[in-house]
């Protein structure tokens, strides 16, 4: 066999006991930040245009990520916007990393939450008024500063409330006019109005799932570009 054809065949052996490719590895181990703890959600759109999406929810489990469930995912009606950068009442889903300070709902937590759960009445408001002192927190009843207009009456969105985890965007030092009341609730009748949604299925399954001593975060962004996931 000439030289040549003894290279090639070598090549092709080479080539065939090479087997399959490695899968990549999980979503979390590409990231450039999880928040530390050992519980993860990510909210995944394809780009910042986008109003629908994938959420997932992962475990850190013998020093790898393991995906426990996932969901399709609803985000705001004008796509989503860095973090950084995004203004209030533009309809944009915030990209970032953050915390989930606690959870809420007009329904009665589902078994096995342990997370701290609010319950949703009718004098609960969340201020969205940037003159207020109460500025992107729940106040009950509505403060004297925070305008009715400006906020939201919490118990009027029976469906998107009936279970819902506050996201931490804009919220342990907040910035007035960057956006308030961001959080991972129920699905409504389409895109949101800067939150994260997904089925009431999903969202019971979520806040059995959560551990808040595991310190779980939330990680919102697209596949791609400068407000990718992997990037936050």
Avoid at 166 to 184: D, K, M, T
Wanted: proline letters at 7%; a positive charge; aromatic letters at 8%.
């Amino acid at each position: 066999m000439r030289p040549g054809a003894v290279a090639l065949a070598v090549s092709a052996l080479a080539v065939l006991g090479s087997g399959p490719p490695a899968p990549a590895p999980p979503l979390p181990a590409r990231m450039a930040d999880t928040g530390g703890g050992t519980q993860l959600i990510t909210a995944v759109a394809p780009e910042r245009a986008s109003t629908t999406g994938t959420v997932t929810w992962w475990n850190r489990e013998g020093g790898r990520w393991v995906k426990k469930g996932s969901a399709p995912a609803r985000f705001g009606a004008k796509g989503l916007a860095a973090g950084t950068s995004r203004k209030q009442g533009t309809n944009t889903t915030p990209t970032g990393l953050y915390g989930l300070p606690y959870a809420f709902g007009i329904e009665a937590a589902p078994p096995g939450t342990a997370y701290t759960y609010r319950r949703v009445h009718r004098e609960s408001w969340w201020c969205q008024d940037n003159g207020s002192r109460s500025y992107n927190r729940w106040t009950e009843p509505r403060a004297a500063d925070c305008r009715a207009a400006e906020s939201e009456h919490l118990i009027t969105y029976r469906a998107q409330y009936a279970h819902a985890l506050v996201i931490g965007f804009n919220y342990e030092r907040p910035v007035r006019g960057r956006g308030a009341g961001i959080f991972l609730h129920v699905n409504g009748r389409g895109a949101t109005a800067g939150c994260v949604s997904v089925s009431e299925d999903a969202m019971r399954r979520i806040l059995r799932w959560a551990d808040p001593s595991r310190r779980p975060h939330i990680a919102v962004g697209t596949r791609s570009g400068s407000t990718a996931v992997t990037r936050l």
